[in-house]
């Protein structure tokens, strides 16, 4: 089973996610009209790559936009979250263990008090962004199952990881359990909102050249509308 899931299985299920990804991305460039989103995409690329950048920038720095402001308790459980949920997988030592037996290559990897540190801190900012769907009146109305689903997928490889970190549990049940639920996070990115990983950027890109080139970005300067 742990040779399924670390073979063919990870070839798998990294395949899926890249390639659903880089298919989101090409319908989501195709799916742009200037017309209909009333952005000056090709006529103004030069102010429009600025926006761009720089609504990426800021949203990515933790406090960088007044909405990360506003809400500076819930700006720090997004960010700690995100921390892990992007450096974890890529540096854990013993992924990069994996990823160079089995697919010849890996990434810099982390200390190890370094990643069980970030590992409790995203379970424990996965609980509080769980509890905040449950609790807050204008989260709560906008939260479906599915939103549950998103948090679970994302939290469940931390959980199970750290199951085997500690050994609580009998390892090498747990250790299938957990790349099973590393390869579901990784197959369900294209596929739902976890696309975010990359749709994340293609729309702030979209909507920071909206801002860099009409709204205010070009000063009005030379253009029709
Ligand atoms: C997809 C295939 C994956 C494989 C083969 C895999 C394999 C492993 C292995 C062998 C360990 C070490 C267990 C130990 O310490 O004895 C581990 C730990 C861990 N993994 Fe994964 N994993 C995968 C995906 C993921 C993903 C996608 C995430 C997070 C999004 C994740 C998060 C963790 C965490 C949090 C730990 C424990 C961290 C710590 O040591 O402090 N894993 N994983
Ligand atoms: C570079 C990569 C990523 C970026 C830029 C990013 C960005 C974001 C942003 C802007 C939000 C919305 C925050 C809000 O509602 O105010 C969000 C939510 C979320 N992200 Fe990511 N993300 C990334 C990677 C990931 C990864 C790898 C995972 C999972 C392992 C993940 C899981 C989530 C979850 C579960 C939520 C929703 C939390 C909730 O409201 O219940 N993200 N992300």
């Known amino acids: 089973m ?3 899931l670390t073979g063919p299985g990870l070839w798998l299920s990294i395949g899926i996610c890249l390639v659903g990804l880089f298919v989101r991305g090409v319908f989501y460039v195709k799916g742009l009209d200037w017309q ?6 090709t006529a103004h690329p030069k102010a429009g790559i600025k926006g761009a950048l720089r609504s990426i920038f800021f949203w990515i720095l933790p406090f960088g936009t007044r909405s990360w402001r506003t809400q500076p308790f819930m700006t720090v459980l997004f960010f700690v979250f995100h921390i892990g949920a992007v450096s ?3 540096f854990l030592p013993a992924h990069n263990i994996i990823l160079s037996e089995k697919l010849g290559f890996s990434f810099f990897s982390m200390n190890q008090t370094v990643a069980d540190v970030i590992s409790w801190a995203v ?3 996965a609980f509080f962004l769980t509890i905040r769907r449950l609790i807050l009146p ?3 109305i906008l939260s ?3 939103d549950y ?3 679970f997928l994302s939290s469940a490889p931390f959980i199970t990881g750290m199951i085997c970190r500690y050994e609580m549990g009998n390892y090498s049940i747990f250790l299938i359990i957990h790349i099973i639920c590393g390869e579901m996070l990784l197959v369900s990115i294209p596929f739902t909102k976890l696309s975010h990983i990359l749709l994340f ?3 702030r890109a979209q909507l920071g050249m909206d801002f860099g080139i009409k709204r205010g970005g070009m000063k009005g300067k030379g253009l029709a509308w």
Do not use: K
């Open 123 to 125: 379970i424990v900012s």
């Open 88 to 90: 974890i997988p890529l």
């Open 36 to 41: 209909l989103d009333r952005v000056a995409y």
């Open 138 to 140: 204008e989260v709560r």
């Open 2 to 4: 742990y040779d399924l």
């Open 201 to 203: 950027f293609l729309s």
């Open 149 to 151: 689903l998103i948090l």
């Open 144 to 146: 479906t199952p599915y």
